[in-house]
């Protein structure tokens, strides 16, 4: 009699867990479905630089770019030693610039 109560109280439990991620997946939908738009028009900005300054490379117009970024430099000297081992590589793949 026991089994039948465990079982019974086993799948109350899991109804429960259903209809709560449920509950939880509309609330982040009814919250984050305004920013949609943003969020959207945000990515196609970000993908539209990239592509201008791929093709602008491409076809050897320089980075105009590359004089602002300059400054970021001192930021991701400290992160580009961590960032190739990562990809998998021992030493830096930049002929002029050693980090270990």
């Keep these: 009699m ?9 799948a109350r439990l899991e109804r429960i867990r259903a209809w709560l991620s449920q509950a939880r997946f509309f609330a982040e939908e009814v919250y984050s479905s305004r920013y949609r738009g943003a969020i ?17 490379e491409m076809m050897g117009v320089p980075n105009p770019a590359a004089y602002y970024t300059l400054e970021l430099q001192p930021l991701l000297l400290e992160r580009f030693h961590d960032w190739h081992q990562r990809m998998g590589m021992e030493r830096s793949p930049l002929d002029h610039f050693k980090c270990c």
């Design 40 to 56: 959207a028009r945000a990515r196609r900005d970000e993908d539209d630089l990239f592509m201008l300054l791929v093709f602008s």
């Design 2 to 10: 026991s089994d039948d109560h465990e079982e019974g109280r086993a």
